[in-house]
């Protein structure tokens, strides 16, 4: 108790006093740390994964069908001619038209039907993979580029073969970052998709490099007043377009999770401290007849509160690294990514489910009746 | 002129109304004068405890007045009460109430850290306070570790570590032996004596008598002097 605030003393006391409940305490808490956190990770991972393609293409506009705002749920189909007409746009270096279908990829008896299969131009150094981890960058004709989520599931590898449609691949690149959650990307070269996946002659996207000097929004309003039929898009805004996408299908879900888990966090602390209190309410009555006031006795509460989620955190971030380990291995299509703020923010959370959590108790604790600490004589 | 530490006119605690209605303590005025002690007996029931509750400022009366160093505990807000307790009271309990996860010492500071005394300074007087009332060789004891009569010393020091105007003693003979009723109780007196603290005990037990310079008699709420 040297130099601390006897009260406060007191509460840290009365929690380390039974370790065992502390510890199991901290260890709920910590799971539900754990759910947030791994939830905000798996949601970072793909809010940030949604966008890599994009900002990786080494394009600076997006040209698509109009009405078609992102590259994953939308789909575009333009005349595969107007790349050339696009070409003659003041401003424009060059222009790649590109195939991106979500297709049904076969290796060996397994499918993965939700591959996004990118047609490009490999010589004109856009939209091919940003990564490699294995093998060329650039597929030559009959190969694939695949991602090593892909390649991980499937025990593929260099001069393994996939199948998309009637024709057969073979792998000669495994690219990383490329992994969607439940889908990835797979680049092949453009003519070896033509007729495969759209008619001939045609393109999804054209994405177009503007000159050094030029002003991309100059040439983006020049390609869509010149032909109604198209929409384009600044890179950052494709990016932003695609995890808006994730956003709006992932969050309202995302929000009952972490409304979960808070909840979890807010029972447990409450039911400890609530606990605590009520084990120790004759000791709060004794308090409050020498002279310590509620404002005085509510800190007790509150620091066996806050303690709890300080502890509930740290075991919380132990939890959070296995289960990023065990999610890694046995699940890699999942892919997590902690954003540094992901942490103080969760840390705030924990602290407010103490705060939350602490309405019980510190109600309960304002009823007590210093005068029952009396024999009734 | 002797004044009154604390003065008590009209005190009337009602429980209850209409048919159940429990007229717990009846109009009952009294000064308790510096450095006395004063003996409350009676009956189970009689009431003695809810008036040491009033007097106390821990049960607020139906009627009357208590007044403490100019506040009227009957008057004051809720929230002020515990600042006036920690300022004016001491309390001995019959079952000692120390806090089971301090230390002897660390109970003895409880009140004179909620009084402002720096932390050092409250430790070294809670051990002077201590080894006074013979407990030197049990300051670092926790409260399960000490005997009866040791623990209600601890108690007693702990009530008047904040040199209050009154100190409050219910039952405090009640769980110890005989001889070590006799020794607090002489703890009492001895301390009334020495710094002009009014002590206020209720008791059943007829053996502390001759410690008390004055004996009231509580019945059916009503206080009286007894001959």
Not at chain 1, 109 to 137: C, F, K, M
Not at chain 1, 149 to 175: N, P, Q, T, Y
Not at chain 1, 346 to 367: H, K, N, Q, W
Request: aromatic fraction near 6%; proline fraction near 4%.
């Amino acid at each position: 108790m040297r130099g601390a605030d006897p009260v406060v003393s007191i509460a840290s006391r009365n929690l380390f006093h039974d370790r065992t409940r502390l510890a199991v305490s901290a260890g709920g808490v910590g799971f539900a740390i754990m759910l947030v956190l791994i939830l905000a990770a798996t949601y970072d991972g793909v809010y940030r994964q949604a966008g890599l393609f994009v900002e990786n293409s080494g394009a600076d506009l997006f040209v698509g069908q109009a009405g078609v705002v992102d590259t994953l749920h939308s789909f575009s189909i333009l005349p595969l001619n107007l790349s050339e007409e696009i070409a003659t746009i003041p401003g424009v270096e060059r222009v790649c038209a590109i195939i991106s279908r979500t297709v049904e990829a076969h290796v060996g008896d397994s499918e993965h039907p939700r591959t996004i299969l990118v047609g490009y131009n490999a010589t004109h150094g856009t939209a091919g993979p940003w990564r490699i981890v294995e093998g060329s960058r650039l597929p030559g004709a009959g190969e694939i580029v695949i991602d090593q989520v892909l390649a991980r599931k499937d025990g593929l590898g260099l001069g393994s073969e996939v199948r998309i449609g009637s024709k057969a691949f073979r792998v000669s690149g495994i690219s990383a970052d490329s992994n969607m959650f439940i889908m990835q990307y797979a680049f092949v070269r453009f003519e070896d998709i033509v007729g495969l996946v759209l008619p001939p002659g045609s393109a999804t996207y054209f994405l177009v490099k503007v000159a050094p000097g030029a002003d991309a929004d100059v040439v983006r309003q020049a390609i869509e007043d010149r032909w109604a039929g198209v929409d384009a898009f600044t890179v950052a805004e494709m990016a932003a377009n695609n995890r808006e996408v994730i956003s709006g299908s992932f969050l309202p879900i995302l929000l009952v999770l972490y409304v979960i888990g808070f909840v979890i966090g807010i029972v447990v602390i409450g039911l400890t401290v609530y606990t605590a209190t009520m084990e120790r309410a004759r000791e709060y009555g004794v308090l409050k007849a020498i002279g310590a006031g509620n404002a005085r006795l509510a800190r007790v509460v509150l620091t066996q509160a806050v303690a709890l989620a300080v502890l509930g955190f740290l075991a919380g971030l132990a939890i959070t690294a296995a289960a990023a380990a065990i999610i890694g291995a046995a699940v890699p299509e999942m892919t997590l990514y902690f954003a540094p703020t992901a942490f103080p923010q969760v840390f705030a959370a924990a602290l407010g489910m103490s705060a939350v959590a602490t309405a019980l108790p510190l109600g309960r604790l304002a009823r007590i009746d210093p005068a029952s600490i009396f024999r009734r004589g | 002129m002797i004044v009154d530490a604390l003065r008590a006119t009209g005190v009337t605690k009602v429980f209850g109304e209409g048919g159940s209605e429990v007229r717990a303590v009846d109009d009952v005025s009294l000064g308790l004068k510096r450095g006395e002690v004063t003996l409350i007996m009676g009956p189970s029931g009689s009431g003695k405890t809810t008036l040491l509750f009033a007097l106390g400022g821990l049960v607020r009366p139906t009627a009357g007045h208590v007044w403490i160093d100019g506040h009227d505990l009957a008057a004051l807000q809720e929230r002020k009460l515990p600042r006036v307790r920690l300022a004016n009271f001491g309390f001995v309990f019959q079952d000692f109430n120390l806090l089971a996860s301090l230390t002897a010492r660390e109970n003895v500071q409880v009140p004179l850290e909620l009084a402002g005394v720096r932390p050092a300074k409250a430790r070294e007087r809670a051990g002077k306070l201590l080894k006074a009332l013979g407990l030197g060789g049990r300051l670092d004891f926790l409260p399960e570790k000490l005997s009866g009569g040791e623990k209600q010393r601890v108690s007693i020091a702990r009530a008047i570590a904040n040199l209050p105007k009154v100190l409050f003693a219910d039952e405090p003979t009640a769980n110890l032996d005989s001889k070590l009723g006799k020794v607090v109780a002489g703890l009492f007196r001895k301390l009334a004596r020495a710094t002009g603290t009014s002590v206020l005990m209720v008791s059943h037990d007829s053996r502390i008598v001759d410690t008390a310079d004055r004996l009231l008699l509580m019945e059916d709420g009503r206080l009286r002097a007894m001959e």
